[in-house]
């Protein structure tokens, strides 16, 4: 089994910065791709951004240019700069990941999300 634990969420004003972190532990061996989502009140959740174990990423096109993916592979975790924050980006952020295991089966987890409130 795999936990995915989410942590840096908050309330800040519109344009200020917050950086969330997701540490995946239990039985790991490896982990491909580590994303991050977002689910506004009312909404589907929505792809914001991933990155892969190589390091290549992609972003929402409503985030590119102020939100950063990186991932520290030894630690098993990924992070999510967020800077010039808007009101709109106000959610529940989850980070999901695929995580393949000592067999080989590979399966996708999620995180029990972090609330980010961006304030006009």
């Known amino acids: 089994q795999v936990q995915l634990v989410e942590s840096g969420g908050g309330l800040v004003q519109a344009g200020g910065s917050l950086r969330l972190s997701c540490a995946a532990s239990g039985s790991i061996f490896s982990i491909n791709v580590m994303r991050w989502y977002c689910q506004a009140p009312g909404k589907t959740r929505e792809l914001v951004a991933a990155?892969?174990?190589?390091?290549?990423?992609n972003y929402a096109d409503s985030v590119k240019g102020r939100f950063t993916i990186t991932r520290d592979n030894a630690k098993n975790t990924v992070y999510l700069q967020m800077n010039s924050l808007k009101p709109e980006d106000t959610g529940v952020y989850y980070c999901?990941?695929?995580?393949?295991?000592?067999?080989?089966?590979?399966?996708?987890?999620w995180g029990q999300g972090t609330q980010v409130t961006v304030s006009s």
């Open positions: 990155i892969t174990s190589g390091g290549s990423t």
């Open positions: 999901n990941s695929d995580v393949s295991d000592l067999i080989g089966a590979t399966y996708r987890y």
